[in-house]
């Protein structure tokens, strides 16, 4: 993890560094840029002992990406759609059966603010935030008459923080992005922290001038 955040704070005083001389020359622009972040990818848990329980699956993003008042700061809200394979490996007092090879789901909701420099065609960010997640255990109710199990989740929520880099590559009115974020959940799961390092890939599609018509248009 230590090694995740001194990228971070190599990209932060990059950009920041760099912030007098881009406000200087930019163009004033009233349109405030809002993109729509959607993406694919994967969450990877870390630690020996988390993989025991959580393995990788197929997962995806949706988000915003807000312009500030501030060139270079953005508001990043979005939510990670995370699934692993999941082996229950603590018993549960309500649930005689421990359950292996299953699925869970972790909806990571995360409020972000982030910074960004723009080079030509590419643009560099970086972001932080708190979050709240959201994540479902699967446990196995048996009944013994009927020879029937059923697979019933367990909800667990917990204070969340992430952060993350990413690039951007401008294609008209979209965005083609990859990042990488790093997700850390202060309630432990099944006896273990869960960290995981997350990479997506995916498209930003530009709706500026839709918000503000919209807003034009809810003003009068």
């Known amino acids: 993890m230590h090694k995740f955040l001194i990228i971070f704070f190599l990209c932060f005083a990059t950009i920041s560094f760099s912030q007098e001389e881009s406000i200087n020359n930019t163009i004033p622009n009233t349109t405030r840029e809002i ?19 959580f393995t990788p699956k197929f997962s995806n993003i949706l988000g915003a990406n807000i312009a500030s008042d501030k060139e270079f700061l ?49 643009k560099l960010y970086a972001f932080l935030g708190p979050g709240v997640g959201f994540m479902s255990e699967p446990r196995a109710e048996v009944n013994h008459e009927t020879k029937v199990v059923h697979i019933k989740n367990r909800l667990r ?23 990488m974020s790093w997700s850390h959940n202060f309630r432990k799961v099944q006896g273990v922290t869960l960290d995981a390092v997350i990479l997506f890939i995916g498209l930003k599609t530009d709706i500026s001038r839709i918000a503000e018509n919209v807003t034009k248009l809810i003003s009068g």
Request: aromatic letters at 20%; hydrophobic letters at 35%.
């Open 35 to 53: 993109y729509i972040v959607s993406g694919i990818g994967w969450g990877f848990p870390m630690g020996e002992e988390t993989k025991e329980v």
């Open 74 to 122: 953005f508001w990043y809200p979005s939510i990670d759609f995370l699934s692993f394979n999941y082996n229950q490996i603590e018993q549960d007092e309500d649930y005689p059966y421990i359950i292996k090879k299953s699925k869970s789901n972790y909806y990571h909701a995360n409020f972000s603010v982030g910074i960004k420099k723009q080079f030509s065609q590419l």
């Open 157 to 179: 929520v917990s204070p969340t923080w992430r952060t993350g880099v990413g690039l951007d590559y401008q294609l008209e009115r979209f965005l083609l992005f990859t990042e």
